[in-house]
């Protein structure tokens, strides 16, 4: 399912919501943005559980599902609190939106297994659901938006409850399972590092309004605005005074190195400063030292440095904004 997003407005209170934003089919597009920019109302407007004032939204680039109920629209959900039916096992709970439809018990049965073994939970058909871990609550989640077979599937932040490397560990998972099954995937998120590493496309959202859209490597090395550069990943702001224009520089911590005399190549900016602190990560430190002009510059280092060094760092691909 391809989707179209025309000159989506929607309001309440004191905020405004304006989108437009086009997902080829089996696209994997994550929404990514700060809490309150409107990246989770712009999934429920695409869900059909909220109604905007204005704009259409138009699917396989012909049919317009603007007015059209939720139930109609071909489209699953996983939620991030998962809205499990507890009562139900996992089997009951995976069965439940083909139960609804009315199809054959040996069709669902069928299909249970099939999915089950998808998301690697085979042999947890008569489990219940309390007694699953919250990555296995997911999985069962993701099997059961998955059993109506939908065009299109939703996620509204559904890992960011769980630790750090289970979010890793399923995160792999929902995009193995999405190239394998081939449904197009709108991913919300407000973790930059989760959307990068399983997106196709990103679109940044801020205040109401998506900043850029494009591949995590578009975003990443050719930000179109302040916020994108600032959001995804880490960026450094300097004033440097022989520039033409007087300020106004960007660069990432990667294009920033310690300077050897001798080592520098044309185009490469040399500024003096003094180290502010360094953080082991395993195999580099990650550094801060400041500016003449008081400005924090944050880059990567093989070695610790001491608090208060002075010392040359070597700077390359500065961007003006």
Do not use: W
């Not at 018990?105 to 690697?120: G, P």
């Not at 224009?245 to 001798?262: T, V």
């Not at 003094?274 to 510059?297: D, F, H, L, P």
């Amino acid at each position: 399912m391809s989707i179209e997003i025309k000159k989506i407005k929607f309001s309440y209170d004191d905020f405004d919501l304006e989108a437009d934003l086009d997902i080829d089919t089996g696209e994997f597009v994550s929404i990514l943005g700060p809490s309150g920019c409107g990246k989770t109302t712009l999934l429920r407007i695409i869900a059909g559980f909220n109604r905007p004032e204005s704009g259409s939204i138009i699917m396989n680039g012909k049919k317009d599902i603007t007015n059209q109920p939720s139930a109609a629209r071909n489209i699953g959900m996983v939620f991030q609190d998962y809205a499990l039916f507890p009562h139900l096992s996992v089997s009951r709970n995976i069965a439940y939106g083909l139960e609804i439809r009315k199809l054959p018990a040996r069709v669902i049965k069928d299909r249970v297994l099939e999915l089950l073994e998808l998301v690697q939970l085979k042999g947890y058909e008569k489990r219940n659901i309390h007694e699953l871990s919250g990555g296995e609550k997911q999985r069962v989640a993701l099997a059961r938006a998955l059993a109506p077979e939908p065009e299109l599937l939703l996620f509204d932040e559904p890992l960011s409850a769980l630790d750090l490397k289970l979010r890793k560990e399923l995160r792999r998972e929902i995009r193995r399972i999405q190239k394998n099954v081939g449904f197009t995937a709108i991913y919300v998120t407000h973790d930059q590092e989760e959307a990068m590493s399983i997106s196709d496309r990103i679109a940044v959202m801020n205040d109401g309004r998506v900043c850029q859209i494009g591949s995590p490597e578009q975003l990443y090395d050719e930000p179109s605005n302040i916020f994108t550069a600032g959001f995804i990943g880490t960026i450094n702001r300097i004033t440097i005074p022989s520039d033409e224009a007087g300020s106004g520089m960007m660069f990432r911590p990667e294009n920033c190195s310690l300077y050897e005399e001798g080592h520098s190549d044309e185009g490469d900016t040399i500024i003096k400063v003094k180290a502010v602190s360094s953080e082991y990560r395993g195999g580099y430190y990650s550094c801060e030292a400041v500016t003449g002009n008081n400005e924090i510059i944050r880059f990567y280092c093989g070695k610790k440095l001491d608090c208060g060094l002075s010392f040359k760092l070597k700077i390359s691909r500065l961007s003006r904004f």
